[in-house]
């Protein structure tokens, strides 16, 4: 099967003017949307991601192909198609991925691949050094990356690596910088509220008003 091919058909076959356009504004109309709301659009593909999982590795060619089509839900799939096999991925795999986040970045893109990555690092420490870089890059989307790879990981979170890559990033002015410091801290808060309240008494003066509202939500 072309897989970039039949998904185009059957994106195509469902698309929806209206909500595409609607999608657009919701995106401040930077990018194309064939109208496809999450729950539709993986409707649409499930079999596909239950082949690849079943292969059990990210076939590259395809994914660079569907990556590089201009409507979104094609990335939404590249991402979905990551998380699949999400078990398999090493540290070689990480180049790729980069190049997929900064590819027309935007948050709706970024924010699926950071716990992609930041798993990865629960069975190879090079990710923590590569994150720590990563929370220093220019790219404001690789900070946001770093600041949020470990989203998902609960009781098994890297307070230390959590902490530097925050404190890497305080006093930015960067909306999606501050919201990223949040929610990271939020998340963490349903683990270990004590640690999170700790730390934002700690650096509170030095923090943005959004981060410690998101990080305050649940404490």
Not at 32 to 43: C, I, K, Q, S, V
């Amino acid at each position: 099967m072309n897989i970039y091919a039949e998904l185009n058909r059957r994106f195509e076959a469902e698309a929806d003017d209206n909500k595409a356009k609607k999608m657009s504004a919701y995106m401040k109309n930077r990018f194309a949307f064939y109208g496809l709301p999450t729950p539709e659009r993986r409707a649409l593909y499930n079999d596909i991601i239950k082949e690849i999982k079943s292969g059990g590795r990210a076939c590259y060619d395809v994914l660079d192909r569907c990556y590089s089509d201009s409507h979104r839900e094609f990335k939404y799939f590249v991402i979905d198609a990551l998380a699949a096999v999400g078990g398999r991925l090493a540290y070689d795999d990480v180049p790729r991925i980069k190049r997929y986040i900064q590819t027309e970045s935007w948050w709706d893109t970024v924010d699926g691949f950071d716990t992609i990555v930041g798993d990865i690092g629960l069975t190879d420490e090079r990710i923590n050094t590569l994150m720590l870089d990563w929370s220093l890059d220019e790219d404001i989307w690789l900070r946001r990356t770093a600041i949020d790879c470990q989203l998902s990981r609960k009781d098994k979170t890297d307070t230390a690596l959590l902490e530097k890559i925050i404190l890497n990033n305080l006093g930015s002015r960067e909306f999606f910088i501050n919201k990223a410091i949040g929610w990271s801290l939020r998340e963490y808060s349903k683990t270990n509220p004590v640690r999170v309240r700790e730390f934002i008494e700690k650096y509170r003066k030095d923090m943005d008003k959004l981060g410690i509202r998101e990080a305050e939500k649940y404490i």
